[in-house]
């Protein structure tokens, strides 16, 4: 007893929901230009809508009279839906690659403090094996009182470094306003868990043609994650590498709950490659080197983790920042984790 | 373009399922004499199961090839249901109600340390016009070097407490090894929070002749704290007192996260009356009178609620315990708000 | 065995910390101007760290070798802390005041949508005794394909609804850029809660001659909250409301979990008055009003709602808003709550 | 200025606290026979309490006037502690073995549905190098109409596939009114996860001469999962196996947040061997191999997880359970993983 159709999502009509309600509901469904299936029965009546996705989506289905629920059947997302592009993507920077089998490797202090801290740490990375240098210039933080970053200033040692070492430069975007100092310098534009929902962030990175690291809220489930997504490549730029730096839930023994289910989940549901920050999630430089080889065995793309020539020193997430002194044997084993996988350093 | 029928639940196929799944699907629903409605589409194919939700709770369909996801549109408890019982349920102990404008008023010692300690709360509280008195004999303690009740004595205390007020006691069940000593002493039993989900002793009060009052678990969601009260009522006991008394969170300035939106919901879903226990949310005295009062707002059904004569020597919680010498105050402005929204002391 | 100081944060040294380790923290607070008491123990030694509050924020103590945990003693708040400013700070905008005794009613649309709407809704809200007028002209949504608000053309509406009824307008602010549009218009600015750590948009707003009503984030503690408070405040401006609007937890019958146990706790800690949002904690409009009770009933200084004339062709929120022809009996019963507590509605 | 003695916790004081409530807490720690160390401040006043951890647990520190927060220094645990048993312990049944280096593998139906699908998966697994045998007899379900398992005869169809495969058997006690039953039968008694604080089972399994296998209840912190632990070791039996399956969070796209995070401060806090059970914690098959190596490459001692000849057909979790007929191809990319940890399988 097949009917034809495309149901994008279906009405769910309450108990207690008369027939004038029913018909209410497909009447506006028609209006919109979106036909519906119906399904009545003893205690629920079920309505398919068809239509186009984005004709859906206006309309306030939830609120009409005697609907009890809207389940969507598609997914919200589209142009970063692995379902509508199987291929997956690879992001590059200077000849380095995140994707599809390369393993994006991205290291560096968390903060630009002076010029000689990131030049040391960019040197000692680099000597390991890192594809991508990472370092803040400006720095939300939680406090008023804390260190803000040197803003333009460490714009300016960061190319320095980036030219010492060839490494392409992973840097934060914080504010619509800084798009003209920081867009050129960056070879990689980084999104803060913070402002993972600052849409009108992600609609100028959306509009700028340089990849884009958008990191996951502490409290963004992985479709508000994907919706971010969607608004950036909505703008026009698709090169977007996501990543996974923990939730926050009532654990307190690591600052946030790394979750790498939710890494897997995302290679299934989306083509763009997914990495990890074990840094921020860990909180403690003990646990960044398991995590770190947990994300390589989960199947991420790539880590991107926080490296102080004296963390002891740091002005900035001390705890969690990896001396550079021990660089060499964290590199080694995480490497030979996504060896293990197939992977090859992008 | 309507169907007649009476989906339980929907099955959503996946874009990739052959015709082949969405046909052993079906067929696995007629074999277990349900019936299926079909919509398939361009993206998704939607089955709508239609049978006796027992039969259907049986069959295995999320794991069945090609199944992406199974929503159910019938709520999987029945007798606790307030859609197919919509008069409220009243509970009843010794005389004292609570539920359908009974607003029940439990206190009383979070355990019972002394005799001294025991009877002068008891008195303290029925003096203010409570109307059931709560006093633990067997405690869970997280620490195993905490104190952990004085048990059989305690409840020979609470009954000498029970004979001097006449209030009716509410007292916990722990173990399915004490019901012969706890069954007949407790007018009201109650099931602590971090047993919810222990199915076994939920069968037990099921089919003892008193009244339960059912804790929410720390992580339980509205939807397993009705299952539970489900399990109850299955074995022929449905009177059934539920009582919210925080969840689980991030935040950390209370111990637990007061959830007096899952209150709202729960008089919505379910005839049973719904009470709330602000102490063990609150964790501290100077909270416990505004989460009361804000309980009895949402449209609680009554509070439950610890007192001491000296909280400071209170071998157990402490520090969210109302001094005797406080309580009227208390109750007087919890009963304010109660009788504002046209509830009568129970 | 007293000893005098003023430690502000205790430095907890590992079980195997070595006497060079605590030498050394010692070393860096003589160093930073701050001093120290140690207590040393079998199984662990605690440093007691004496000095300005500034200054120690800047000494990344956690990462220094041996150090196990730092305990702040004080709050790491300031300006916003009812210990430092006890008396409880009123807002005021064209007459209509918060805090104090004085209870914030604001209500109107989600988003301004058409003249008509808008001032419909602000005409019967107005009847209704409301002290300000809510509506939002540029609107941040999950989605990139829903209704994002119009802008310029809404703060237009918004302010011949003010025109009309005199109501002080509350509006949110998104972006930076939109300072010069927004400030001058609004007589509340709002953050919303995904701008809650946006801390450039904290800082312009800092600046602004305009009361702040600041918006809890959905996974931000009571602390943090706090913490964005004195952002805005340490740039000059104090005149900020805290507004508790529900946080992600794993309960899914409510769309967040209103945490009014949060705001019993900020009554405490801060001189700032506290509001709640029952609407978009609930996301349905049946537990509005229980939520509203219980917030006037748990002693916040205020409440914000939505309202619609036709919630079911809302282009935003639709299942939320409370149909303007409900909304008398809606603030009667709210009303009534807070008049108990002594309030009078602002 | 060091001062001697053995701070097991820390008192603070509020800024209010007057010299007599500091002099009444005092009094209480040296009437129980323990010490206290007084620092003075401005703004907060700091006792260090020393004394024997069981003692100053019975004093209900938090409730006494002008005490603003205990601060523990010690951790509660200390059967289970690392810090005090620094070697690891290794649990050994029939010959297998988890713990220090041996990766345990435990496989097996999630529940004994008929002997036929029990024997085939045990000999299934047995072929594929597992080490023990998982399989429920008696199941805790949410629901009541869901099927609970085969019980006596359950346990009856286990030791045969035992006797045949001479994997040692790892199956759930729920009710201490059971011990008789499954004890005997049981090599590895497990403790399901909402029973991580069913106590009087905690003590049950305390007294048996058996391993334990205590999973993380999914609200469970690490540190009241080692003081579960505790419990167990407190009655004399600490050959206790922990198991992180995945904590309740707001994401849903997994069933639950599998926390590997907690894993890894777990191997640094305690001596017991810690393993993962990825398959409840993903709910879906698909899932199920990415986070096993992910456990393996976070340092864990071993996985459990579910397989099925026909997981479509199974009574339980079936969306979860690996298809027997991929076993071989799942436990050779866990071995791989262990063996780069230079693990042996135990």
Redo the contacts between chains.
């Keep these: ?7 994008e999502l ?1 009405i ?1 009509m309450g ?1 207690s929901a008369t027939q004038d309600q029913v018909d209410e509901v497909i009447a506006r469904l028609d209006e919109a230009g979106c036909s ?9 009546t ?1 309505i ?1 809508a ?1 239509g186009e ?2 004709l859906l ?2 309309l ?1 289905l ?4 005697g609907v009890e629920q809207v ?1 969507p ?2 997914k ?1 997302y589209k142009l970063v839906s692995r ?1 509508l592009s199987p291929d997956p993507t690879v992001i590059e920077a200077r000849g380095r690659r995140i994707g599809d089998g390369y393993f994006g490797f991205i290291a560096g202090p968390c903060t630009v403090e002076t010029r000689d801290q990131t030049l040391e740490t960019a040197r000692a990375v680099a000597a390991e094996g890192v594809t991508m240098l990472r370092g803040g210039a400006f720095k ?8 803000q970053g040197l803003g333009d200033e460490a714009l300016e040692i960061l190319q320095e470094a980036r030219a010492e070492t060839g490494l392409p430069l992973v840097t934060e975007l ?4 800084h798009v003209e100092a920081v867009v050129p310098v960056a070879d990689v534009i980084q999104i803060g868990a ?2 993972m ?4 962030l992600l609609a100028e990175v959306g509009r700028a043609d340089k990849p884009v690291l958008l990191k996951r ?3 963004a ?4 994650l994907l ?1 971010a997504a ?2 950036v490549a ?1 703008e026009g730029n698709e090169r977007i590498v996501l990543c996974e730096r ?9 600052r946030y ?9 995302l ?3 989306t083509h763009l490659p997914v990495i990890v920050d074990p840094s921020h ?2 909180g403690r430089r ?2 960044v080197l ?2 770190a ?7 991420a793309d790539g880590i991107i983790v926080e490296s102080h020539p004296s ?6 997430d ?2 969690q ?1 990896i001396p550079t002194a021990e660089f060499g044997e964290f590199a080694r084993e995480v490497r ?2 996504a060896e ?2 197939g992977k090859q350093i992008g």
């Design positions: 007893m097949a009917i034809t159709g495309a149901p279906l769910v108990a519906a299936f119906v399904t009545p029965g003893r205690e629920a079920v398919g068809i996705r984005e989506a206006t306030p939830e609120g009409f009279a389940l059947i598609l919200p379902e939300p933080r939680t406090s008023p009182y804390a260190f914080m504010d619509p306003r913070r402002n929902q600052n849409f009108m809220g502490p409290s489930s992985v479709e508000e919706m969607e608004y909505r923990g939730i926050k839930t009532f654990e307190r023994t690591t709950t790394l979750d790498l289910g939710s890494v897997a989940v290679k299934h549901e999630a860990a003990d646990l398991p995590l080889r947990a994300a390589a065995a989960v199947g963390p002891e020193e740091a002005l900035c001390g705890p920042q030979q984790v293990l996988l």
